[in-house]
């Protein structure tokens, strides 16, 4: 495969995409969701093959799991497709026009990014999502999903290239294609084409990804959150945050792994330790804790750095807000953290000093979502500073520029 | 040199600089503004031992030229420092607040990015500037420059030690460093202390940042920028234009290298290259060029791609505005480029298609400036497209979290 072919491909397609207007993207939009309905069956079909070779090559049951693409999951893209469809084009958009005083008009106009390479695994719903933010973003994309998912991301490709030579717009503007790692370096060596990779998946393979790219690289690493129950929290509203944080999805990257509690609340943890062994959490707490509540495990180092996904969650007792802060800024992972209280100088503090991509107060941390927050949806979160943090939506896959507006002005010297 | 404990200690500095208030910041800058003027004459004569040395070992005119601090330029980064001073502090801003249907209020509040580690040559001014632009920001700084300003540098780093603690603020937020090649290399690949890096110099030195570094950079690279003459210009301005673009300043990064003009004002062509010639420019033009004005050299293909950086200009004759923009989007490095016309629609492309950091329309390249678009003083000019486009100001060393306040805010399943 000429990945370098593929890749000058893209970014010639991405020129027009990047000046195509509004009504043409969301017309490729609308012909992919025809197709996915049209074509459901055949989608299964290639879904249910790679399935069975995944299983046969011994796949792990969460990557298979993560695998599917059955009905229902076909229609959740599909209605997702026409959500994107609703959402505001960010290209063209000027901000900050002022007029200075020499008279030149000075603005920063949304522009698309060019082209964005997406390197992920298993889930084939990626292929669509992504696909349509960086359409809609006017944005040139190579998708570069797992084996594992070949067929029915190959299905998925053809129906990109239908969607967009309807539209009238180049069919190399969306490019699904399967690489050895060998030809995904070279790729990663293109700034010349690519202007942003973005990897989803394991560790090991973001961690590949960064060592090799010399394109910037915009990442989800992972997502170790916290609760902090301050000392003027209301109880009430500690247990359903907490309870809320943790158990609604386990699974995901903004469930919380760890509740510190104020020394000055110590008295109300066992209330709130009852209440998640109830629902079948294991605790893992600080000595303190543990002499409150002598049947909780003890928590290790390990156990403050540690994402577990699960029904586990590690418990801290902390001096207070300073010890709070402390904490998270040092074993969390910048993602998303929440305080419960009722004091006003404490709310504002953990605002402002807690270094991650979204802080809430008295408000769990599953709503660290971008629809929640107002995105209207997201392409994922973002754990890095550079250019998006938090959750990405279509104005984080554009980037701006100076439009600067004379009238025959020359500098002095 | 325990390279990896200077960027812990970065780290931990900067967590105090990112919540130090505003005055407290600008007590650093004002007491660092007296520092240079205090200790003037011993800067002066550590940067003449540092370039008697650059002359005995045999360093280029070019940086001796650059390498040069005398009373002259230590009196303009003192003016330069309060300017900065006067800047508005971007850190603790909230955009976008907004009260969602479910009754969150959702904003994104502006923060420091951490701690910048900044790779340099020569130019002791950047000690000071970087230093400065770091520190108003709330971010740390780590600053290597050059062997060659080795003294200079360090003496610069007293200074700012001096200022930082007479503000009650940790000297190690900026750090002036010497390091080997090896040390750089370590620097670089210690994500967890490092937020960004700026490399400022010549293509060896970013090129060799890039491959190293799996922190995000964010570079200068080239401005090969461009003048069109569009149709319609009126060749007053486009006469005007053209000479102050190239001719102001040839040595900087948005002087103009390469001068299109529409075939329909190919007729004006020998007027404006003698106005070129006259002021001592040679010109390189197109195969059209040199029918009209003979004595024209012929560019060669390198001559697109070129950045002279001197009294030398490549001129094309273009069918119109598309293949300008063509030409500009291909051969240009993103950084500046100005069309002169008189026409809205032809204007309005230009703008919106010209895939560059800073766009005009009817003035000269040289006001791609900080100051001059607004942003009170820069700390350079991003030809990188990701997190900062154009000339960097504060807002650009600072990144921003979502803050949501909620009341008891729990997610439905």
């Not at 390479?117 to 669509?128: C, G």
């Not at 979502?369 to 890095?384: P, R």
């Amino acid at each position: 495969m000429d990945v370098r072919m593929t890749a000058q491909k893209a970014k010639t397609a991405s020129r027009r995409i990047a000046v195509a207007t509004t009504e043409q993207k969301n017309s490729v939009l609308v012909k992919m969701a025809e197709l996915l309905k049209k074509k459901k069956k055949e989608l299964v079909n290639a879904n249910r093959k790679d399935r069975e070779a995944g299983r046969k090559s011994g796949l792990s049951q969460n990557l298979l799991n993560r695998l599917v693409f059955d009905g229902k999951r076909i229609e959740s893209r599909i209605s997702s497709l026409l959500k994107i469809i609703d959402l505001p084009d960010p290209v063209g958009q000027v901000g900050e026009l002022e007029r200075r005083p020499n008279g030149l008009m000075v603005g920063r106009m949304r522009v698309p990014l060019g082209v964005i390479l997406m390197i992920y695994e298993a889930r084939p719903h990626v292929t669509v999502n992504a696909g349509a933010f960086a359409l809609k973003s006017g944005n040139g994309i190579i998708l570069k999903g797992g084996k594992e998912a070949v067929r029915c991301n190959a299905f998925l490709g053809n129906l990109w290239a239908e969607a967009l030579s309807y539209a009238g717009l180049p069919e190399d503007a969306v490019q699904c294609i399967s690489a050895s790692h060998e030809e995904v370096t070279e790729l990663l060596r293109l700034p010349e084409y690519i202007d942003l990779v973005i990897p989803r998946g394991g560790k090991g393979l973001i961690k590949s990804v960064v060592e090799q790219s010399i394109i910037p690289v915009i990442k989800h690493f992972e997502g170790i959150c916290h609760v902090y129950v301050d000392d003027d929290a209301d109880m009430s509203k500690a247990r359903r945050i907490v309870l809320n944080s943790k158990l609604l999805m386990p699974e995901v990257c903004n469930a919380a792994e760890t509740m510190l509690i104020s020394e000055k609340r110590a008295g109300d943890l066992p209330k709130i330790i009852r209440a998640l062994s109830k629902e079948g959490v294991e605790i893992r707490g600080c000595a303190k804790t543990r002499k409150i509540s002598r049947s909780v495990k003890a928590a290790t180092e390990e156990d403050w750095r540690t994402e577990y996904l699960d029904k586990v969650i590690s418990v801290k007792v902390v001096d207070g807000l300073g010890e709070a802060i402390d904490h998270i800024n040092t074993y969390g992972s910048g993602h998303t953290d929440t305080v419960v209280t009722e004091n006003y100088t404490h709310a504002n503090r953990f605002l402002r000093e807690v270094d991650s991509g979204v802080v809430l107060v008295n408000a769990s941390t599953m709503f660290d979502d971008g629809e929640e927050l107002g995105m209207g949806a997201e392409i994922g979160i973002s754990t890095d500073k550079l250019h998006a943090r938090g959750p990405m939506g279509l104005k984080e896959l554009t980037t701006y520029k100076f439009i600067v507006m004379g009238e025959d002005h020359i500098k002095e010297a």
